[in-house]
């Protein structure tokens, strides 16, 4: 991430528009994720976000990387 990335999502942060959600709502999305890629569910959690929100999760979590290679959810997964 460059600095001027950086500082706009700060900023972003700092000013409430990123929206924060529970994680038990997500908890039910992230074990089907976890269950399905025999990954930590902790991740998948990210990944489940991710879909919530039509976004990514840019990793350099090389074994989450080549858990979703190949699956529905390689899209949401992005390489850092």
């Given at each position: 991430?460059?600095?001027?990335q950086a500082t706009r999502v700060g900023a972003?942060?700092?000013?409430?528009v990123v929206p924060l959600h529970p994680a038990?709502a997500l908890a039910s999305a992230a074990l089907?994720?976890?269950?399905?890629?025999?990954?930590?569910?902790?991740?998948?959690?990210?990944?489940?976000?991710?879909?919530?929100?039509?976004?990514?999760?840019?990793?350099?979590?090389?074994?989450?990387?080549?858990?979703?290679?190949?699956?529905?959810?390689?899209?949401?997964?992005?390489?850092?």
């Amino acid at each position: 991430m460059q600095l001027a990335q950086a500082t706009r999502v700060g900023a972003r942060l700092m000013a409430g528009v990123v929206p924060l959600h529970p994680a038990a709502a997500l908890a039910s999305a992230a074990l089907e994720i976890a269950l399905a890629l025999k990954h930590p569910a902790y991740d998948c959690f990210y990944i489940a976000l991710a879909e919530l929100d039509a976004s990514e999760v840019v990793t350099a979590d090389k074994k989450l990387l080549a858990r979703v290679d190949g699956s529905s959810w390689a899209s949401r997964v992005t390489a850092l």
